[in-house]
């Protein structure tokens, strides 16, 4: 069930005010026994998507919209984001080589290494949205190579 849905200008000041919403949901989450650390995470996955939609789906002068669903259930949050840019390659990001500052492809290694599931679907060209969507199971750590592509 959707907990919040909300469309944004894909614009970083809208990034910091949507994520301040997530954060609170996961600072209640770990009040109520859910791991340390969660509501970091889960921001910094979300932080991290919201700026790869700003610097690469739309042109600078013509920003898109950027629709945010935050869903939770007893046992995982899922972030969804939805926009209608320019579609990308997901599986074809590889994992940087953390022994040099990388150029590219942090924010998704980030983004991997943070949620339990990551999930991208392209947009069909008529109407449907790329979608990104982002779980974490609650009570447990992120699981290293449990990411897919759908």
Avoid: K, W
């Avoid at 970083?12 to 949507?18: G, I, N, S």
């Avoid at 972030?79 to 022994?99: H, I, K, N």
């Avoid at 990388?102 to 290494?113: A, D, K, Q, W, Y």
């Amino acid at each position: 069930m959707d907990l919040l849905s909300i469309a944004v200008p894909c614009d970083l000041r809208f990034r910091d005010a949507v994520g301040a919403l997530i954060q609170q949901v996961c600072q209640r989450l770990e009040q109520e026994g859910a791991e340390s650390g969660l509501g970091y995470q889960v921001v910094s996955a979300f932080n991290e998507a919201f700026n790869n939609l700003v610097q690469y789906a739309y042109e600078p002068a013509q920003p898109g919209v950027v629709e945010v669903h935050l869903e939770l259930t007893p046992t995982q949050i899922a972030v969804e984001l939805r926009d209608t840019g320019r579609t990308y390659d997901f599986q074809a990001v590889e994992s940087p080589d953390l022994t040099e500052l990388p150029e590219s492809g942090l924010g998704i290694f980030i983004i991997r290494s943070f949620m339990t599931d990551v999930i991208y679907r392209p947009g069909t060209g008529d109407g449907q949205p790329n979608q990104l969507r982002m779980i974490r199971t609650l009570g447990g750590h992120a699981a290293q190579g449990a990411n897919s592509d759908a």
